[in-house]
């Protein structure tokens, strides 16, 4: 099964991420870091050139948790809110 939904940054990312699972499997596969460039919208391919000349994209779970740290905007508007309280 292939993924064909592009993600374009509207929706919470974690429901991509959980259609990426349902397509290729729970079980992260080192190709995965690769064909996630291919589920993205050309803005957000952008994000991912960056990540892969700067740091590279060797390992699935760095590379999940950067895409959920930066396109969680409730995950960031919270510790936005918890810095402000302070």
Known sequence: MRMTDKYDGQDDP???????AQ?????PQPEWVHLLFHTLDIILMNWYVEIELCHGTGEWDILREGFLMTFSFEDSLTVLMKCYKR
């Not at 974690?14 to 990426?20: E, G, I, P, R, S």
């Not at 397509?23 to 079980?27: H, I, L, P, R, V």
């Open 14 to 20: 974690h429901v991509h991420l959980a259609k990426w």
């Open 23 to 27: 397509a290729y499997g729970e079980k």
